[in-house]
């Protein structure tokens, strides 16, 4: 899988030193990080005592191309110094303190768990983001472990701050949940580009006979395997993969990395000739969201689980529940559930073939064949959807909206794809949360979110969790267990 539209990180380890503790503790603490760390970790020699000594060391480590940073406070730390790293680099920061650890409390002590404490207030006083840890001082091997975790939080950063979304609608009618102000996307750092349908099917007219479109049906039937495709329909849809991955390329402007947020009914089937969901399936496979009902906030939500997963990643319905019937046959007694923790992600074809069950399938949208095709008539342009169960597997259900005033705010919920058949239509599973019953109602209803859900195949919800309170967003709900009742909950029910 080619993921080569989220960034790569390339970490920097800085040690400071305040300039009344040996220099040396943190030289020698900094070297163990180094070696306890077994990925990509570039070691600036350049221990930070002093301002002079902080530009050295921002030279030296954008000299080593890196875009994400540990400051690692080896003893207590110069306070000044140690935060104008962060706000002097264009990258995010993570900050963590040294345990006490060689036995020596006399020339060995640091006292750096005093010193973080001085570092936060500081990065405080000047309202400079930076990522902390649960717990920030550790041992080498301890402090090696938290750099693993940053990665996926730091590439998820990197991406959005570097991000554009190119957008081709309006959103169909009635679809208002999927409305929401833009405002909250320029205050992360993200760029919009809005378009229409219309610039949209004058550009993939003009790539009518385009002579790349051969080599891309060919790679379409080598991903669903044959018997499992149109064959009729693949230089439409390779002829709209070719437009779509043309335009990111040409509209990227001054930004690193794109996602989509398209129309894709009711006139877009009928005017391109199929539907658009399988190609939009390719795309999400690459690391380029391609959103459905023009969903801008789902397209960056999509996204950052891309960055955070280095994975495929879908949009979905939260759609139906599951039938009582269905439950007691496949579920109830096999694993540990209750039927309100279970219910259908669903939506038209648009998930990654990698991620669905092996008899998934090219074939129409029923939906749109009943409401645009003559009824009793083969489909025609409906055609194009991805469909069949989605794969067993771990999942995070998750997004980060901006509500109607303006504000952002997210949830996060780690649960499962079941291996239970549905049968139903288009790509669906049967997906469990614990307390999803009560998370539907006092998170989802209760704060008046979309429909759509992103979904990443892993559980990572504490990466997430982390990225949403980096990028600023005050609101982090999730599926609260039992014992923990959220505000709005009335607890004089069962």
């Known amino acids: 899988m080619n993921m080569s539209n989220i960034p790569v990180v390339r970490l920097g380890l800085v040690a400071v030193s305040r300039d009344c503790f040996p220099i ?39 000299a080593a191309g890196c875009n994400a940073l540990v400051v690692f406070l080896g003893n207590f730390g110069p306070e000044t110094p140690e935060t104008l790293i962060a706000q002097r680099f264009d990258g995010p920061c993570m900050y963590v303190a040294a345990a006490e650890g060689d036995g020596d409390l006399i020339n060995g002590r640091g006292d750096a768990y005093c010193g973080m404490l001085n ?3 500081n990065l405080g006083m000047r309202h400079i983001d930076a990522y902390i840890p649960a717990y920030p001082v550790g041992t080498a ?23 554009k979304i190119i957008t081709f609608g309006p959103r169909p009618q009635d679809f208002f949940a999927c409305n929401a102000p833009i405002k909250g996307l320029y205050e992360l750092g993200v760029e919009v580009e ?16 385009d002579p790349r479109i051969p080599a891309v049906c060919e790679d379409m039937k080598a991903e669903m395997g044959e018997g499992r495709y149109f064959g009729d329909l693949l ?65 960056l ?43 259908m992600g669903f939506h038209c074809g648009n998930t990654p073939s990698c991620k669905m069950c092996a008899d998934r ?16 008539s083969d489909p025609d342009f409906t055609r194009g959807t991805l469909e069949g169960d989605i794969a067993p597997s771990d999942i995070t259900f998750f997004r980060l909206q901006c509500d109607s005033e303006g504000v952002l705010r997210s949830y996060v919920a780690e649960g499962e794809v079941l291996p239970v058949p549905t049968g139903s239509f288009g790509g669906i599973g049967v997906f469990a949360i614990r307390e999803m019953g009560r998370f539907y109602r006092h998170v989802l209803i209760e704060k008046r979110y979309p429909h759509h859900g992103a979904v990443a195949f892993a559980h990572c919800g504490k990466a997430l969790f982390e990225v949403f309170h980096f990028l600023g967003v005050g609101d982090i709900a999730y599926n609260q267990p039992k014992n923990l009742p959220y505000a709005k909950e009335n607890p004089f029910y069962d």
């Not at 180094?34 to 221990?47: F, H, I, N, R, S």
């Not at 091997?141 to 991000?163: C, Q, T």
């Not at 949208?365 to 009793?376: D, F, S």
């Open 301 to 343: 939500s999509e996204y950052i689980g891309a960055c955070v997963t280095a994975d495929a990643v879908t949009l979905l319905d939260i759609n139906n529940t599951v039938p009582a019937s269905l439950y007691d046959k496949a579920v109830k007694g096999s694993y540990d559930y209750k039927l309100t923790d279970t219910f």
């Open 194 to 209: 809005e378009n229409s349908e219309l610039d949209l099917l004058v550009s993939y007219k003009a790539h009518a006979n």
């Open 141 to 163: 091997s301890d402090i090696a472990g938290m750099i693993a975790d940053f990665v996926p939080v730091a590439r998820a950063v990197i991406g959005v701050k570097n991000l």
């Open 119 to 121: 570092c936060a207030y």
């Open 24 to 62: 040396a503790l943190s030289e020698k603490r900094r070297s163990a990080i180094k070696a306890a760390y077994t990925g990509d970790l570039y070691e600036c020699l350049v221990t930070v005592e002093n301002e002079k000594d902080m530009l050295k060391a921002l030279d030296d480590v954008k």
């Open 361 to 376: 399938a090219v074939k129409y949208q029923l939906i749109q064949h009943r409401l645009l095709e003559p009824q009793g």
């Open 235 to 299: 230089p439409r849809m390779a002829q709209f993969e070719l437009t779509l991955l043309d335009w990111a390329e040409a509209h990227k402007g001054a930004r690193q990395y794109v996602a989509f947020a398209d129309k894709c009914w009711p006139a877009f089937p009928e005017q391109f000739g199929f539907e658009p969901c399988y190609v939009n399936s390719r795309l999400a496979s690459r690391g380029i969201p391609v959103a459905c009902e023009v969903d801008i906030y789902g397209a």
